[in-house]
């Protein structure tokens, strides 16, 4: 069910690595998930208005005042690769 | 460019100076080392969730108003999805099919109306600059608020552009939303510039120029934009939709990135913050209590009787404009004192010996001065003298006039005898004077004046210099 | 194990001390934790001081409340300030949070004393365990069997007497279902009760941090400790904190309650219907009244789950790419740091999930997967209010079958989807939930659940307290 190359260009878009094998499972396995809720896609909902939220109660907007921040070290203190006060990461090609 | 009508819209993007940033309680400041405002929310950190700033609401709704949007009722926040490093959470907390204003118009001076689409509000990302070992990433900015302004595609030049994108920033500026620095980054625009036969209603495939944050390579880079897709189209070619990054040292656009898809943001409702309600009673409130906006003052100082150039120059800033109205407030001419600001007050502002925004003397002074002068009390050469003092030291006209003794004199007795002294010094002067000679009376009325350092009028000057030469 | 009240009590009376039931507590971990693999990080040394300094503030009259020197485990997916926090996921490598959860901090500063952080399936993501990167907990009923997931470390850590209770979290039945497979008391909150600050989110608007217990009392007790508003998190609700334990004590006579047939469908193993035939029954001898309800829609919330979940995670789990934190792959260019790094980093479930919320969301696709689904969702929340409306608290069970052996359902996602489905609705409508042990089934644990409506803890705990009191009997 799922396209040729679909799990590709998804990999691309999440930023995911994946051997041959990976892929082809994935493939493989959102196929047979898609095809399960294909039910829920058949289902006539046009009139019926989204859900994204379950809160209720919700509080007020922040006050607009500052408080002051995380240590550097407590921040960034995991980071692979720091440059003085800068995070560091590796360079871009022109075109990304 | 015959035959071709430019088609351009623009996204004007504001950061705002707010106390704190959009989603997180870190200090918006602009200038301190790097990573030095950073908090688990706007660094991205697991577990981390936003919490909206009121104030950045408050300023989109006042932004929307004084773009004469319809502001919505009820508001949400949608996450725009890419990976950068400058955006820590790999998302974008934006808005997008329920901005906070829409539907508003402006009024561009020297063009026409342009639509204004939508004013959402959203959070900035962190600065990444390219270095030799790879790019090295600041989050101080990372959670700023930012207010993205999208104008329909109703810009017909790119001076018109450039024009629309000045009055969007003078209003920031009017609001007091924004400072408004360009060359802090703090306004920054896109823009999408297409062309299309003289009298077709489509639109041709656009190219986008983004992230400029200087006006004059706004323009530059439109006029080189729209010329090259003309050309384009003469050689019977096509414009693929893609975006352009402008090389201002040599002059030209050049494609940024050329890909077969566009990048698909994966727009979605934030679940972490809850969609608002916007109370009109609020909004009504806002609405009344919103500050003189550039076009009303525009109109208020043409009405006052000023030049269209000194309307120009009083009302690019609020400091400039607050300055002036304090200056007329005691009844001062509104001319003459905008003559002072467009003149002497620019020249020492330019020099950087005076600042509107914090004048080293009352505006009051000024109005003080160019009454003094009105009356005949101050001469003018003397008044420009008090000015330089003033905007040097502060304190009052009064008192410069003391310090500096510059005081007319009065005395027509003294007055005379001070013409005598200059007329016994330059008898070849006086001889040309008697000879018909007529315009070597400036000469003697400037030696007057320097010799009295200006506390002798010109016009008494040159008419007790008539009288003495002509006894 | 005694409950955690009865702890406080002995406590409270000098009976024992903290050291004590700390000590206590380590002795379990050490005898069972090697085949249970219930814990990813233990604090023995920690602990042992946080008990210490909990019994000077006894003896000095000066104690904290109930939690003081009770020692508890969160689950790894919470962060805790200074000590490592993995979510079970190599992508996060050594991570040593610079703040801990709003959850967290609320227990600490009772005095509870945090004994080790539990295992978990990778972030949050999977009903057993078993897609731990560290290796699964297993089940101290039967070890050949899974304890359920994705809190399956808590509930095991609970339910073999490492500590007294532990916090997991939920998100499609991750704290009902371990539960229910281990024998112990699983509570899910009503969304946004508790704050979900400093929990490291998997699906936002399903996400709840919920508690593991030997009973229902402790329950009461725990979720009032964490529950109540949170200026750290703007979905958590404002609306006041009740008191949890007046309910358990006020029990459940005189309650409605229905069993939507929905949930005793094909697919429900027989004896797990028949378990909550007989609870049901026994509720009505107590004097609760039982009254016919329908959830029609209960069969599509799976599909539902299955495309919100996994859209809200694909991009939460953006920010995980080796820049900020976690290990970062060698690579010259961003682009293969990023996919290096993650694709590195993050195990096969959570790949699953990432790609298919990406799909979901994609562009041309968002209407008809993520859009439809909460559409779905609005049906099923209004079902169930309305239910709610014939009734106080709906029971079901909480899991179609008893644990399910290690390695049974790890090569057929759908098939371990399949364990969530009786817990699900719950998430996506935010309604409150608990899971209750029933008799057992051939030895084997099994969960009575009972839900209630939005912000209906009460009724909840309730019709909950008598269900334990009369089911295991």
Known sequence: MAEHGLVARLAALARLELDEAEAARLERDLGAILEHVERLRALPLAEVAATYWTAQAAQDMRPDESRPGLELDDALGCAAARSGRHLLVPGMREDQ | MSGFETVIGLEVHIELQTESKMFCSCPNRFGDPPNTNICPVCLGLPGALPRPNRAGIDAAIRMALALGCTVATRSKFDRKNYFYPDLPKGYQISQLDEPIGADGRVEVPGGGEVRVLRVQLEEDAGKLQHEAQGAVVDFNRAGVPLLEIVSAPDLRSPQEARAYWEEIRRIALALGISDARMEEGSVRADANISLRPLGSQELNPRVEIKNMNSFRFLERALAYEAERQAEVYRQGGRIGQETRGWDDPRGVTFSQRSKEEAEDYRYFPEPDLLPFAIDQGHVEELRSSLPELPRQRRQRLLGLGLQEEQVRLVAESRGRTVFFDQATGAGADAGEVAKWICGDLARLENDGRFDFDRPAFPAGELGELVRSVREGDLTGPAAKQVLALLAERGGTAQEAVRELGIGRIDDLDAVRAEVRAVLAQETKAVADLKTGKQQVMGFLVGQVMRRTRGRVAPDVASRLIAEEVGR | ?473
């Open chain 3, 1 to 473: 194990m005694e409950s955690l009240i009865e702890a406080a009590k002995r406590l409270a009376t000098g009976e024992t001390d903290s050291e004590r039931l700390v000590r206590e507590a380590l002795d379990r971990v050490a005898e069972r934790e090697e085949e249970l693999h219930a814990f990813l990080t233990l604090l023995p040394e920690t602990a042992l001081a946080d008990a210490q300094a909990s019994d000077l503030r006894r003896r000095a009259g000066s104690p904290l409340g109930l939690f003081d020197g009770i020692p508890w485990a969160a689950k790894d997916n919470l962060l805790t300030e200074g000590v490592r926090t993995t979510a079970a996921s190599r992508i996060l490598g050594d991570y040593l949070p610079p703040y801990s959860s709003s959850a967290v901090l609320r227990l600490e500063e009772r005095g509870g004393v945090l004994i080790g952080k539990t295992n978990l399936d990778e972030f949050a993501m999977g009903s057993s365990t078993e897609y731990s990167a560290f290796g699964p907990s297993r089940n101290p009923v039967d070890p050949s069997r899974v304890p359920g997931g994705s809190s399956g470390g808590s509930a095991v850590a609970v339910a073999a007497g490492m500590c007294h209770f532990a916090l997991g979290s939920e998100t499609g039945g991750s704290v009902r279902q371990p539960a229910a497979f281990c024998g112990v008391v699983g509570l899910k909150p009503s969304y946004g009760r508790v704050s979900r600050y400093g929990l490291i989110a998997f699906a936002s608007s399903l996400d709840q941090i919920g508690t593991l217990t030997r009973d229902v009392g402790d329950a009461a007790a725990v979720l009032g400790a964490i529950a109540g508003e949170d200026p750290m998190d703007q979905t958590a609700s404002t609306a006041p904190v009740p008191d949890y334990l007046a309910a358990v004590r006020e029990g459940g006579r005189g309650l409605s309650f229905g069993v939507p047939g929905e949930y005793l469908a094909e697919g429900v193993a027989p004896e797990v219907r028949a378990e909550v035939e007989r609870a049901a029954g026994l509720l009505e001898r107590q004097g609760l009244t039982r009254r016919d309800v329908s959830l029609p829609h209960t069969g599509y919330a799976l599909d539902a789950y299955y495309i919100i979940a996994p859209a809200e995670a694909s991009s939460n789990l953006s920010r995980f790419d080796g820049m900020r934190y976690g290990p970062r792959a060698e690579a010259q260019e961003l682009v293969d740091a990023y996919r290096r790094s993650r694709g590195q980093g993050f195990g096969p479930e959570v790949k699953r999930r990432i790609l298919l919320g990406t799909y979901v969301l994609s562009a041309g696709y968002y209407d008809t997967y993520y859009l439809q689904a909460q559409r779905l969702r609005t049906l099923l929340r209004e079902e169930f209010l309305r239910a709610f409306s014939q009734v106080d608290v709906l029971l079901t069970p909480t899991t179609p079958t008893t644990a399910f052996r290690l390695g049974e359902n790890t090569q057929d996602p759908l098939a371990m989807y399949m364990a969530d489905a009786l817990t699900i609705p719950a998430n996506l409508a935010g309604l409150p939930a608990i899971s209750v042990p029933g008799q057992p089934i051939d030895g084997l644990p099994v969960g009575l659940q009972v839900m209630a409506p939005p912000l209906r803890e009460d009724l909840m705990l309730r019709a909950a307290a008598t269900l334990e009191e009369v089911a295991s009997r």
